[in-house]
């Protein structure tokens, strides 16, 4: 515990002159290598392999690692905000890199339960907690351009697959000769897939550790040279008064953007979930599909340069127009978009990938826009503990998004044989899904009073 104490908040604060773009890499430091999470189809049919089971029994890893997220920010957020962002980051990191070296361990073993334990539960909880350690800081760095913010560190989230998707390949061919990065059906051997798990675990927690000791957090006063906070009471929807996360998620606009997120996020990972076979599917006739393997594996990565770009410029833009109409954009638009995908999708590729493109940057925009939406209505007090919080929406559209595709996919047909006609039945239930969004987001208003914080409206009045 005293090596903890060296990560106190108190050890942390900025001395003067300390230029807060230093804080964006080093939340982004976190966000890059945690965001290997979009990147466990690399490796999954080497370890349906190697484990001689089924998809479902290595698919549930994701599942659990997205559900632990969830959970760890929601009951660790009020512990992040209490004991700052540079101890957070370290304990996300340990947790990260553990659940690394126990699924080598378990992968050396052959025992898949180790694999749920580390990558899922041990590497979940350091999701959750590496997610959500830097925002509240960020908020905090940039009051004056919080979307900015947010998405700086939030697109690294995004962009952690593109990062760790080729560097696994890379590595598994680099462990085992007989592994070819280039030809889709090539599998790993257990040995390989060792080597992958305990290189990338000490690689994330060197690298995470960067951010660790680089994180600062202003000291009380501090503010943007040139910015005046009366800017903030000009502005709808923006309050000036502090919220307790306790208090947070007794408030109907709390829960009104928890079924926000939940519809965004779940259309969105219905399409990332089912990308590659999806535009192979799309344009299928007499059995055969117009688009290579090779092709639909493009189409991945460019999704994930949608995303992440989506997270920053979505973002930045609704520092411009506000939260609450970015976010009508994002469900209301959406739901046209998905409209489109399913009536004149097959029509040409190009189309299709565009269309499926602007959706996943809504629905990353979604995630970085979050943050700053929450601090609009909430204030800074306690904005990571209701950042965690919220976060449960993301699990539980981490299982519903892809039950419901899978369950309307199961229906049509086998795997290999289906046709976009397979699809439409799920898009136009994720439209109804972004309808219900693009509903709730209509009826956010400010917090009520009788929610603030007493002191805090006492500082503010000072």
Known sequence: MALLSRFDRAHSIAPPGYSRWLIPPAALSVHLCIGQVYATSVYKNSLVQHFDTGQTAIGIIFSIAIVMLGLSAAVGGTWVEASGPRKAMFVSACFWATGFLVSALGIATGQLWLLYLGYGVLGGIGLGIGYISPVST?????????????????????????????????????????????????????????GLFL???????VIMMFGVFNIRVPRDGWQPDGWDPATVREKPLVTTAQVSAANAIRTLPFWLLWVVLFCNVTAGIGILEQASPMIQDFFRENGESSVAVSAAAGFVGVLSLFNMAGRFVWSSTSDL???????????????VLYLLLALIGPAATALFVLLAGVILSFYGGGFATIPAYLRDLFGTYQVGAIHGRLLTAWSAAGVAGPLIINGFLDAQGKPGTLTADAYRPALFTMVALLAVGFLANLLVRPVPERYHEPARREEVAA
């Not at 913010?149 to 995004?158: H, K, P, R, S, V």
Request: net charge neutral; proline share 6%.
């Open 138 to 194: 960020l908020i905090k760095w940039f009051p004056d351009r919080p979307g900015l913010a947010t998405g700086l560190a939030i697109m690294g989230f995004g962009g952690g697959a593109l990062i760790a998707g080729p560097l696994s390949r890379q590595l598994m061919s680099l462990y085992d000769s007989g592994y070819d990065p280039n030809v889709a059906t090539s599998v790993a051997d257990g040995d390989a897939l060792t």
């Open 199 to 205: 290189t990338l675990g000490i690689g994330y927690f």
């Open 321 to 335: 127009i506000g939260r609450k109409p970015m976010y009508m954009i994002y469900l209301g638009g959406g739901i």
